[in-house]
């Protein structure tokens, strides 16, 4: 296990590396110069060169890569161009924001698949399967920010039980905290259930048809106890593949959700940032996007091999 | 009385094509300590007559007739009944050692399963009776491999613990669908010789599914031939081998190549293919494969008629063939 985690790790940094590598390339190449855009176009040559230098864009591309790689290794991440803050600051204070409302979705769409997945495996081929399905379904085919758009006319205008936007952060009570990401994080958990439920009812299908659950049947189990002895451990497989990668969907659809609920989270900032031209701030905060996605791969691998001892043998 | 009758068993598959009959009256007994080998073709039913010997049917299907364990019948036990039936009055071993077995547990954890729910074992207990089950079906090293995942193992190993698992409970009767096929020739031998010493040692029944005469000769006292879902041929092996009744029991026996027999020209084979259950034939499910077939093959299904002692085949030509 120890030989498969230092691999993993191995890739891991590499990964970053390279994801680094591209950001910064990506960011050097695009139009959009960020003294001009801080500026306005009608500036004087020599103010642009004043601000240029001040944000040290007059040094060339290699040394400022190595710069920014540096001060990650040290915890920083630079200026942003616009606020004048360090960029961690920044982000460390969105992510209270967005940390929440990204594992709240990932869990409430968890819960909410397996359950509905396993229930329509179970009745499958009889209304309730075919129940799910249609929401599932439903739930493909609605985008993210007119269901978000919907839920804020029910539940904050109609029936005023929940705000329609924006968070004041936590220290008004955590209640309150909660109360303002309700609404963002169904929004977000919609299709994400909508997709795991999808790949959960799949999977139990195809492990409920082994050989093995077969034999435990002939052992005298019972349906259900083969189903929670023998299936759901086989059929979590796939779901686990699905979810990681999902992670990944959840990170980059914050932009729209906080855009639509108005939250200050790293989303709303990243957008902003790109906007004004704050380089400092997206390449850092796409750069952080990327490590989140690696890291949960990371841990779908580790989560992998728990489940499935084959696994721990290949690699 | 026989430990297990089975009595004009019919079944039914759900099938995109309406229900199709799988297995059409099929009866037979089965004796503590007694063998019995049912031979056919794939497709003939006798997977399906052990599923529904186990009620493990495939969903939708259909089953009537009477199969009586010890005087009950297992057809009029609920699903909770059967439970308790499965894995301690009768056991199953399967085909595919590869993945009969769950990848993800400890192949002891899976021994241990029906103790704990037939028994109530626990724990060391348990425990204890998995080594003693593993060192019975021969498995070298118990010890070590109790904790072993079935990947780590070969096809021989598994199916011994496969058995390990149906004989943990001491079952009246033991299912094996063709349990060597998916076994190095090598390990068939070992394999069978073992079920053969169990159910000398335990006075269980035993049902032995195959395809393979060999297999059956050496292992069974009686043999019963299924075609198209009925038996067409039933007795005891030594009477049944020796003089074969039935047409369709000739031509099975005349398409196993016999080591050290010279062949010039093609292999012995039976015209046509197995039918398809949907599209069986009226009357003899044989008949458009048979070379003795008549007129009269296409009208009323012929009845089991006695072609020796205890030894019945269901033909209109039996005077012919005898």
Known sequence: MSVFLARRFVTFLITIFGASVIIFLLLEVLPGDPALTMLGVDAPESAVKAIRLELGLDRPAHIRYVDWIAGLFQGEMGLSYVYKVPVTELIGQRLQVTLPLAIGAMVVATLVSLSLGIFAATNHNRLGDYGVMGFSQLG????????GILLIILFAVILQWLPSGGF??????VWRGVRSLMLPVFTQALSLTAIMTRVTRSSVLEVA???YVRTARAKGLSRRAALWRHVLRNALIPVLTIGGLLVATVVTGTLVIENVFTLPGVGKLIFDAISNRDLMVVKNVVLLFAAIVVVVNFVVDVLYAMVDPRIRVHT | MALLSVDDLHVELQTNRGMVPAVRGVSFAVEAGGTLGVVGESGCGKSITALALMGLLPEGARVRGRIDLGGTDLLGLSEDEMCHVRGNRIAMIFQEPMTSLNPVHRIGRQIAEPLRLHRGLRGANARDEVLRLLDRVGLPDPAKRIDAYPHQMSGGQRQRVMIAMALSCEPDILLADEPTTAL????QGQILDLINELVDDSGMGLILISHDLGVIGETTDNVAVMYGGSMVEQGPTDSLFEHLAHPYSQGLFAAVPRVGERHDGPLHTIPGTVPELADLP?????????????????GPAPGMAEVGAAHHAACHHLGGAV
């Open chain 1, 168 to 173: 004041s952060g936590w220290d008004d009570g």
């Open chain 2, 282 to 298: 009226p009357g003899c499910a044989f008949a458009d494969r048979c070379a003795k077939a008549s007129d009269v093959c296409w």
């Open chain 1, 140 to 147: 493909l085919a609605i985008p993210d920010f007119w269901f």
């Open chain 1, 209 to 211: 048809r082994e050989d």
């Open chain 2, 184 to 187: 190095d020739v090598t390990i």
